[in-house]
């Protein structure tokens, strides 16, 4: 199959993935559009929203229609590296052998991540950046495709662990989940106080899906639209000389150079579910703010006079 046909090919597919996930889901669909667009791209996403708002769901229904393996880990204070990964045990024959834990799955749904202690958080991250797990100085691939997708309630929560700044880098997207409107909401409470059960169709396999990946990684960018991505990460960064006094006033740390990778990586993605061949400037634009969301840090100054991280990123588009 042609690249032409193959960018066709997914728009279908990606109406009808949506069409399957609103089955079970009401709503949300610039969240479901970004989970997919993290998926059809590689990357990982941090979903922030408080409880109750069907992100487990989601990501299952998600899954399911992707036709992958999908593992829940709730997250807690006390829960260990090899809770996640595995461990070595004796057998009868005393010989070690590995118990492979919950990582080894396509689709992680790492529930309320905040809430463990930083070495657990640490061994999630190695999974994901290195897509294979080291127990006992041995490794062990993961399955691909292999994707997490993290809760996190707002911080503002008694018991957590904030993750910091080089680990939420990792996150391709920061999706904010709203509440619902009150039409979407009564919609919900009908779906979910009957005897009703829909179920939905699986439209992908694994393999499938690592061709998207391939397909979206060949889409060719234009020069112009890689220096516009590259440009805007580098106008959220306070120490350049370059840097507005909007910037300077506003922002402690701007975000990274990963977060140009992904600009592009995410542009090229929602080009494709759109049908077009190549991204342009509207493309970054329509994925910058979950990709800058959480790669900026701002100030007690912006803290104070109760400036977003939206507010900022809208200002600099």
């Known amino acids: ?7 066709h090919n997914l728009v279908d597919k990606h109406q009808a993935l949506k069409q399957e996930i609103a089955k079970i889901i009401i709503g949300q669909h610039e969240v479901i559009d970004q989970i997919l667009l993290s998926i059809y791209t590689g990357g990982h996403s941090l979903l922030i929203g408080v409880p109750g708002l069907a992100k487990t769901l989601m990501v299952n229904t998600i899954a399911q229609t992707l036709g992958l393996d999908f593992k829940r880990i709730q997250f807690t204070p ?13 057998d009868q024959s005393r010989n070690f052998k590995f118990i492979k834990g919950p990582i080894f799955s396509n689709i992680i749904l790492a529930d309320e991540i905040n809430r463990t202690p930083p070495k657990t958080q640490a061994a999630l991250l190695e999974a994901m950046q290195e897509k294979s797990v080291t127990i006992a100085g041995q490794q062990h691939k993961l399955e691909l495709p292999f994707f997490v997708l993290a809760t996190q309630n707002p911080i ?42 829909p179920s939905v169709d699986v439209l992908f396999n694994a393999k499938e899906i690592l061709e998207v990946q391939k397909l979206i990684r060949r889409i060719p960018v234009p020069d112009n639209v890689v220096e516009y991505a590259v440009n805007l990460v580098n106008s959220t960064r306070p120490n350049l000389e370059t840097a507005s006094d909007f ?24 080009a494709a579910i759109q049908g077009k061949f190549s991204p342009d400037i ?36």
């Open 156 to 197: 503002e929560q008694e018991g957590t662990y904030p993750l910091p700044e080089a680990q939420l880098d990792r996150f391709m997207f920061a999706i904010e989940l709203k509440y619902p409107s009150i039409a979407e909401e009564i919609q919900v409470v009908k779906a979910t106080t009957s005897d009703k059960t």
């Open 78 to 90: 006390d829960l260990m590296p090899s809770d996640i990964l595995g461990s070595e045990v004796l």
């Open 282 to 317: 509207e493309d970054v634009k329509a994925v910058a703010m979950g990709i800058l969301r959480h790669r900026i840090i701002k100030n007690y100054k912006a803290e104070a006079e109760g400036i977003s991280e939206e507010n900022l990123i809208s200002k600099l588009l």
């Open 247 to 270: 910037v300077k006033k506003y922002i402690d740390w701007g975000a990274g150079p990963r977060a140009s990778q992904n600009l592009v990586l995410g542009a090229k993605a929602h």
């Open 1 to 7: 199959m042609s690249d032409v046909s193959a960018i």
